[in-house]
């Protein structure tokens, strides 16, 4: 019996996540079946159950995706921009990729595993997995910003990642519902004017000291 080759598992095994991402983009991760995975895949139960055993498993794999993909995005953002602080340039880039597939079927998926991740503490737990690179890595790029004064001082570092992560989180909600409400690209202009001061053009800024 001919052996069969890594390449081959390896496409079986996509094939399987690629087939989940349309069924819960479609239908939300409560809402799909391991059965309705393997109908969209055009596989057997036993080809499916060879690589996951539950939706879970399904959902772990597309974690490590994501953090594959959050790899090299940090990565490709060394050469790009250099006129932007290497923490600015990551909030562009994850704004951007809200966009990368049609129909925005990766901003439908994120909210359902956000959903079920409220419901489901193993998809809580692999969900949290994907903020954390974000959480152990920016923080640092802020202090050394702070050092070089090029941001406020008296601001938490950790704070300021969490307003980033939270202009991520809102920009993915909204393309969810409407992928058509906003231009990504203008989208993320905004967020570096609000990030380098250019939101405000001398004006009364509408401060407590505004009359």
């Known amino acids: 019996m001919p052996k069969v080759s890594e390449e081959h598992l390896e496409a079986r095994r996509q094939q399987i996540i690629d087939a989940a991402v349309q069924c819960f983009a479609r239908s939300g991760i409560h809402g799909t079946s391991l059965d309705d995975i393997r109908l969209e895949a ?25 953090l594959e993909e959050d790899e090299q ?5 060394k050469e790009n921009r250099p006129d932007l602080p290497l923490w600015l340039r990551t909030l562009d880039k994850g704004m951007k990729r809200n966009l990368r597939t049609p129909g925005n079927i990766d901003t439908r998926v994120a909210m359902f595993l ?14 949290r997995a994907l903020f954390k690179p974000w ?4 923080p640092e790029m802020i202090r050394q910003s702070q050092q070089a004064g090029d941001v ?7 704070a300021v990642i969490f307003v980033m992560a939270s202009i991520m989180i809102g920009a993915t909600a909204q393309l969810a519902w409407d ?3 906003h231009d990504i690209e203008a989208a993320v202009e905004v967020a570096e004017a ?5 939101f ?11 009359e």
């Open 42 to 66: 055009d596989l057997s139960r036993g080809a499916v159950y060879h690589y996951f055993k539950s939706k879970e498993d399904i959902i772990e794999a597309l974690r490590e995706q994501s």
């Open 152 to 158: 406020n001082p008296d601001l938490d570092p950790e």
């Open 135 to 138: 959480r152990e890595t920016m």
């Open 73 to 77: 995005l940090f990565e490709g953002l």
């Open 200 to 210: 405000w053009t001398g004006g009364d800024s509408g401060g407590e000291d505004a």
């Open 179 to 181: 992928p058509d409400t």
């Open 114 to 127: 956000w959903a079920e991740a409220l419901l489901n503490e193993r998809v809580l737990n692999s969900q």
């Open 194 to 198: 609000l990030f380098t001061g250019g």
